[in-house]
């Protein structure tokens, strides 16, 4: 009796143990196939995360013929003539292109913005167009708003024309400044990022070439001098060669500045020295500086406001010893025909990017 007991009782226990193994199988194999009502056995497909255009995916993008549209890179070639429209998504968007379109007021440029997105249209693009053109999200919080830098997206375009290598400048002489604590950039970019770009002394009539420390080449950018030196002063020119006979770009004069960046230095001085009334007055202010960096100046005198006086600026770059290239600036104060007004301090203010300086001299 108790051996059929117990033999009832493994028959029992295997089949339970035997159906859930069989459940589990069944689950397993039910995510693999599905029959429809139809007979068809189909195959059961894990659905796509949708692309959330973060972090890395540019959402810069040029629009092509019958609506289509390509994602832009780091850079992009295209034909000059043909005009473009990038666009940029988000209902508030900035944008930067080439300078000289806003400098000239170019009217072949236009940005229009939507709920969706903005649109920047240029027409008729040509060589001298080639350059960064990026777009960014402008973040607002109340009235203050800035760049989300995160999204941002820029690609440099070429507009590649056979007979322009070289990106138009609109003047044939151009100086470049050397600074032994910074690098220096001789600008001859080029339409065709395949061109081969050399650069040229005139004298000594040389070709400078390009390493890792000294000079490089960007045709973005153009020639980058790392760690400038006295030694790479003078006349300097590029040529570039593609497809067709080799181009020569305009000329550049590198000039050596080792003039330290800060506030104006500034001297005063007067003539004549000795005055009395009825004679002329000359008071100059004189600032010694960077060659690239403007200077400006204001004036206070004893007759400011009840007198009429003639003030001159002018400024002309000088050689000081080494071949140090500077900037001399003089600004001229001159009263005619003194009067006992005009006996006094004579103030001269004069101001950079960096800060300002201020010198007087008394008038007796």
Not at 71 to 79: A, H, K
Not at 334 to 355: L, Q, R, S
Request: proline share 6%; with cysteine; net charge positive.
């Amino acid at each position: 009796m108790k051996f059929w007991v117990v033999l009832c009782l493994a028959l029992l226990w295997f089949e339970l143990h035997g159906g859930d193994c069989q459940q589990v199988k069944r689950r397993k194999d039910t995510g693999e196939n599905r029959i429809r009502p139809g007979g068809k056995r189909v195959k059961l497909r894990q659905p796509k995360l949708k692309d959330a255009g973060g972090k890395g995916q540019s959402l810069l993008t040029q629009v092509l013929d019958k609506g289509q549209f390509l994602r832009l890179g780091q850079s992009t070639t295209l034909t000059p003539g043909k005009n473009m429209e990038l666009r940029c998504k988000g209902n508030s968007i900035g944008w930067s292109y080439p300078a000289y379109l806003d400098t000239f007021n170019d009217s072949r440029l236009s940005i229009k913005q939507s709920d969706k997105y903005s649109q920047l249209i240029l027409t008729s693009p040509s060589a001298a167009d080639t350059g960064h053109y990026s777009c960014w999200v402008i973040v607002c919080d109340g009235t203050d708003c800035e760049k989300d830098h995160e999204r941002a997206y820029v690609s440099y375009i070429y507009f590649t024309d056979k007979d322009n290598l070289f990106v138009p400048s609109a003047i044939h002489f151009e100086i470049v400044y050397l600074r032994p604590d910074r690098s220096a950039v001789l600008p001859c970019r080029v339409t065709d990022p395949q061109a081969k770009v050399s650069l040229h002394r005139e004298v000594p009539a040389e070709e400078i070439l390009t390493n890792e420390t000294l000079v490089t080449y960007d045709p973005t950018k153009g020639f980058v001098f790392q760690s400038p030196t006295k030694d790479q002063q003078g006349v300097f020119y590029c040529k570039a060669v593609a497809k067709s006979t080799p181009q020569i770009s305009i000329k550049y004069q590198l000039l050596y500045v080792e003039v330290p960046s800060g506030p104006p230095f500034v001297s005063l001085h007067s003539s004549p020295e000795s005055l009395r009334g009825g004679d002329n007055l000359n008071v100059t202010c004189t600032v010694l500086g960077e060659p690239d960096v403007d200077v400006s100046f204001m004036w206070s005198y004893p007759g400011q406001d009840l007198r009429p006086v003639h003030i001159q600026t002018s400024w002309r770059l000088v050689n000081r010893g080494m071949g140090h290239t500077t900037r001399l600036t003089h600004s001229v104060l001159t009263v005619e025909d003194m009067e006992t007004i005009d006996f006094g301090a004579y103030v001269c203010k004069a101001k950079n990017p960096n800060g300002e300086t201020v010198v007087r001299i008394n008038i007796h």
